[in-house]
C-alpha cells in the first residue's frame, strides 16, 4: 500500500481533475474522517470547490495522543463532525475540537443476520470478531481461553478477522507455548455470511477489545443469540449496557473474562440468552441512522 501521504496526494489530483471537467458539489463527506489521507484531501476538496465538509469520525484512540491532537484540530476545517458516540464526542473536543459536533451511532444489519440459517449444533464453545492485535485484545483471548480449557480442555474458540504476519507469528507461538494449538482455530478474514454462521454455530461471544467508539461485534453476536463477555469500555453504557445477555469484566481482568465464559458454557447456561439478544438488538436498524446521517448532510446545521 503506498504511504498516507501519497494517498492524500492522489485523492486530491482526482478533485483538481474533476475540477478542470467543470465538476461542481455542494458538499463533500468523509465516512472514515480518522484516516488522515481522506481527511487532508477532503479539505483540500472543500477549498477546491467552495462546497460544506461534513466528515463522520469513528474513532481517534487508535492512535497516539500527539496525533489525536492534530487530528482532532484538522477536523475544525469541515462544517459539521458526526461522532459515533457520546464517549467519542467528548474525546475530539478534549483534543481540541471546536467545530460543529453531532452524535449518529451506528445501525446493524439484523434483516441480514436473520437470514442466516441456525445450525443443527454448536461446533464451537466460543467466537471473537476482530482485527487480531492488542489493541482488540486478541492476546488477552489467548490467555482467557487457556483458563477456561483447565475446566473444559475440549473447548474450541474460533477467532475471525485480519491479522499481519508479525501478530500471526506471535500468536501462533503463543498458541504452541500454551498448548492451545486444537483449541483454537484462527479463520482469518471471511465474507459477511459465514461471519454470521460461525458466530451462529457458537455458544459465547468473547470480546476483550480495549479501544472501541461503538462496539459493533458485540451487537452482531447478540443479533445472533449469543451472550457476550466484553472489558466494560465507556462507550457500552450507551448502547448495550442494559441488555441482560451482556457481562462486562473489568478492562484487562483476564481472570473474571474466563470465570464468566466458563459459567456460560456450565451446563449449556447461555442458552438462556438466545432470545433476549436479538430483541434487545433489534433497535439498532439502519435505517434511522441512515436517515438523520442523510439530514446532516443536506442540512448540517440541524441536528434534530
Not at 479539505?43 to 489525536?68: E, Q, T
Not at 470480546?207 to 466494560?232: K, M, N
Not at 462486562?248 to 447461555?270: H, Q, T, W, Y
Request: charged share 25%; net charge negative.
Amino acid at each position: 500500500m503506498p504511504p498516507p501521504v501519497t494517498i492524500a496526494v492522489i485523492m486530491a489530483v482526482v478533485c483538481a481533475r474533476l475540477r478542470v471537467r467543470g465538476e461542481s458539489f455542494e458538499v463533500v463527506f468523509i465516512p472514515s474522517s480518522e484516516q488522515i489521507p481522506a481527511l487532508l484531501a477532503g479539505i483540500f476538496a472543500k477549498c477546491l470547490f467552495g462546497a460544506r465538509l461534513v466528515a463522520c469520525n469513528l474513532n481517534i484512540d487508535i492512535f497516539p495522543a500527539g496525533i489525536r491532537r492534530t487530528l482532532a484540530r484538522l477536523h475544525n476545517r469541515a462544517d459539521v463532525v458526526i461522532a459515533i458516540s457520546e464517549h467519542l464526542a467528548g474525546e475530539l473536543k478534549r483534543y481540541g475540537l471546536n467545530s460543529r459536533l453531532v452524535v449518529n451511532g451506528v445501525g446493524l444489519d439484523t434483516s441480514a443476520i436473520a437470514k442466516v440459517p441456525e445450525p443443527d449444533e454448536k461446533e464451537y464453545d466460543a467466537v471473537f470478531v476482530g482485527r487480531h492485535d492488542s489493541e482488540k485484545g486478541v492476546f488477552d483471548l489467548v490467555e482467557i481461553w487457556k483458563s477456561v480449557t483447565g475446566r473444559y480442555p475440549s473447548a474450541k474458540l474460533v477467532m475471525i478477522g485480519s491479522c499481519n504476519p508479525n501478530n500471526r507469528a506471535r500468536l501462533t507461538s503463543l498458541l504452541c507455548s500454551r498448548g492451545l494449538e486444537d483449541n483454537i482455530l484462527m479463520m482469518g478474514t471471511v465474507d459477511d455470511e459465514t461471519k454470521y454462521s460461525l458466530i451462529k454455530g457458537s455458544k459465547v461471544c468473547l470480546f476483550p477489545s480495549y479501544v472501541e467508539e461503538w462496539g459493533i461485534v458485540p451487537q452482531e453476536a447478540l443479533a445472533c443469540g449469543l451472550p457476550v463477555v466484553v472489558y466494560d469500555l465507556p462507550v457500552y453504557q450507551e448502547n448495550i449496557k442494559r441488555c441482560e445477555a451482556v457481562f462486562r469484566a473489568p478492562v484487562g481482568d483476564i481472570d473474571s473474562m474466563a470465570r464468566k465464559a466458563a459459567e456460560l458454557l456450565s451446563n449449556e447456561e447461555f442458552r438462556r440468552y438466545e432470545q433476549i439478544g436479538p430483541e434487545f438488538v433489534s433497535r439498532f436498524g439502519w435505517d434511522e441512522v441512515a436517515e438523520r446521517e442523510f439530514r446532516f448532510l443536506l442540512e448540517p446545521g440541524n441536528t434534530e
